[in-house]
């Protein structure tokens, strides 16, 4: 089998549903035969291990580790879902102490054990957070380091295509921007369905206020409905994220990027973005002053879960970032 590159990928919690679902989709689609799955529960990943053996991978160079030396050594691409699953009734936001701390762990060992990976996706809840706790704790570039942001927009996407009866990929240019929570900023003004503006289909004002609410809360159903969280889709995207970084097709739904323009700083959050091989490019979200408004205020409520961060001593204060990281 040809593969994208055979550099090392690193899939941490590869023991759980996410991170299993990762290694099955890297395999699939090709990207690198050698992969590390890391676990700090040796039953778990040795299982997800010998699962992936059976289903006998041509030219797969598979392992599995609950040692992060081992794990990030000579590690050029990782992926991580190494936090606590959100349960029903919390928010990605109940989680953020304990993940963040373990965001901060997973960035001291990037730079400890692999300084020179390429790039670092990051997906456990609450991503803008956690990533940003990595980020400023590995000393990588902003570039280097994504986190998930795609499901809200692919959420919404699916939202318009059953209101509309279309097949899902004949929605466009709706995303959501801002956080990856509940603060989301919904951008619709320029979605086409198939071809035709959103706009001019007499989508009343009530109706859009329950596919914005659907949108939302489209991972906490996902919970309602299977009794735990989204793990496929999660784990598809993730490795489509790191298929762009590798150097296949770049991946162009939104994701959380380390933002430092158009008034907003200091931040994770979800943009218009292109990941290829050269990282994560965005560009200013464009919409409608109500449009606008929301991711402001989501923006609000990113530097509120940063600053609390500050207060717990996960992350050093703003200005002493660049002690920590000399790329911020």
Known sequence: MKFLTDEKLVIVGAGGMIGSNMVQSVLMLGLTPNICMYDIYE???????????????????????????EAFTG??????????PRKEGMTREDLLKGNCQIAADFGENI?????DV???????????????????????????????????????QQQLALEFGVQQDKVTKAYTYGGHGEQMAVFASKAMIDGKPLSELNLSAERWAEIKHMTIQGGSNIIKLRGRSSFQSPAYQAVKMIEGAMGGEPFTWPAGCFVKAYGYENVMMAMP???????VHFTKPEGTAEEMAALNASYEHLQKMRDELVTLNIIPPIAEWNKENPNL
Do not use: W
């Open 43 to 69: 039953p778990g990943v040795h299982g997800v291990y010998d699962e992936m053996c059976h289903c006998a991978f041509p030219g797969a160079n598979l392992s599995y580790t609950v040692d992060a030396k």
């Open 75 to 84: 590690a050029k691409y990782i992926i991580s879902s190494g936090g606590a």
């Open 111 to 115: 730079k400890k054990y692999c300084p």
């Open 118 to 156: 390429k790039h670092v996706v990051v997906i456990f809840n609450p991503a803008d957070v956690t990533a940003l706790t990595a980020l400023i704790h590995s000393g990588l570039k902003p570039n280097q380091l994504t986190s998930l942001a795609a499901l809200d927009s692919t959420r919404l």
């Open 273 to 279: 973005t292109v990941i290829d091989k050269d990282g």
